[in-house]
């Protein structure tokens, strides 16, 4: 038997990620206390009052069985009733909402029900990797564009289209973004939704961080443009908003065809979330609006920690409007090394973990993404061993001379 790749394995790059990581593991077992600024693995606890529920549900035998691969009736009409709240935007549960185990495999199982062998999707660069490898994985050929809205997002769109062969079939947007916290008005929605009708193209819009926001607006939804529903789906996640990142709690809603499509893959995949999971996550939607702003402000202090003490340790960082990564450039003394050489210096030199900005897209490659996982005593420290690895990387430099 060969031991030549399985052909999908081949299509996937070596895992960015990966040397980073292991350059942190092998820190920790010597000793170093490594402050864990990279992977966005949320530290709050998940609020006391849903762990209750599913606990509550838990002691129902009943709920042990095998539970809905869409997601149960009432988790479904739960999601409807936040969009109609929060967006204005009414859905029918039973036709236009699914449940997903996370909105990672939402749209790696969307990507692989729409996608054809050899059709093309524009993805923007940077994103988060599941954007490209979730088609890539189904056979689809990724093109680039441009990641912040504005003139030339739709420039590439129009070079996506003109010399993309065949035409694409489908467009990813996410805003707010991760990893560069972009946003994205109502304006331009619109504007995409008539660019992606003219050329027949379906959107699928990852708007999983649509509740952690810093400034007074917050983010719209593709869906409230109107006729967006006829060719759009949108993918939101629990984790972040509510604290339930290992819960694995996600929805897709919108175009009724999408949504069948996706949840007859489902079908043959899953039985959806253990059912007292999906009783707490209904119980955190309809009550626990309370709780999301807990963590806005949270990750808000963190952020203007962040920005305020690495500044004074002599790295600007930009404050990002929403999500809880900053995209940060690469300090002008360390551009040379690339986001994975400055990343694995940090490990090195500073005991400080970021992910390279690489790992969401070639273009990324001169920046780092700040996750505010840890808390602000925390940030402060990965400060004062920023400011001294900055303080003596400059004395070497200039004694070199």
């Not at 070596?14 to 490594?34: M, S, T, W």
């Not at 443009?225 to 919108?254: H, L, N, Q």
């Not at 690339?338 to 400080?352: H, R, Y």
């Not at 970021?354 to 780092?368: L, M, Q, T």
């Amino acid at each position: 038997m060969s031991n030549q790749e399985f052909y999908k394995i081949r299509r996937l790059p070596p895992y960015v990620f990966a040397e980073v990581n292991r350059l942190k593991a092998q820190a920790r077992a010597a000793g170093a206390d490594i402050i864990d600024l990279g992977m966005g693995n949320p530290d709050l606890p998940t609020p006391q009052a849903i762990v209750d529920k599913m606990c509550e549900a838990a002691q129902d035998g009943r709920t042990h069985r095998y539970s809905a691969s869409k997601g149960i009736k009432g988790l479904r009409q739960a999601q409807a009733a936040y969009y109609e709240r929060r967006f204005g935007v009414r859905l029918n549960p039973e036709t236009q909402v699914v449940a997903t185990l996370g909105s990672k495999e939402g749209f790696a199982n969307m990507a692989e029900a729409i996608t054809a062998p050899g059709d093309v999707v524009l993805v923007p660069n940077p994103t988060y990797p599941i954007h490209s490898f979730g088609f890539i994985m189904s056979g689809a050929v990724v093109r680039s564009i441009a990641a912040e809205p504005g003139d030339e997002f739709f420039h590439s769109l129009e070079r996506g289209v003109r010399h993309s062969i065949p035409s694409p079939t489908a467009l990813i947007l996410n805003y707010p973004s991760n990893p560069t916290a972009l946003l994205a008005t109502l304006d331009f929605y619109r504007d995409v939704v008539r660019f992606a009708k003219k050329h027949d193209i379906l959107i699928l819009s990852d708007l999983a961080y649509s509740e952690i926001y810093f400034d007074d607006v917050p983010p719209p939804s593709i869906l409230q443009v109107p006729g967006a529903m006829d060719i759009s789906v949108e993918f939101t996640s629990m984790s972040k908003t509510y604290s339930m990142p290992g819960w694995r709690m996600g929805f897709a809603v919108g175009n009724e065809r999408m949504i069948s499509a996706l949840t007859r893959v489902k079908s043959y995949l899953d039985y959806g979330a253990f059912t007292p999971i999906q009783v707490a996550a209904a119980f955190a939607i309809n009550t626990q609006d309370h709780e999301i702003e807990n963590a806005r402000q949270i990750y808000k202090k963190r952020r203007d920690v962040m920005v305020e003490t690495f500044a004074k340790a002599g790295w600007d960082v930009p404050p990002p409007p929403a999500t809880m990564f900053a995209w940060a450039p690469i300090p002008k003394q360390f551009e040379h090394l690339g986001s994975v050489g400055f990343s694995k210096l940090l490990i090195e030199k500073a005991d400080v973990a970021v992910s390279p900005g690489i790992g969401f897209g070639e273009f990324g490659d001169n920046h780092v993404r700040i996750a505010l996982v840890e808390n602000e005593q925390r940030i402060r420290q990965a400060a004062r061993n920023l400011k001294k690895f900055f303080r003596d990387h400059q004395s070497t430099s200039q004694a070199a001379e």
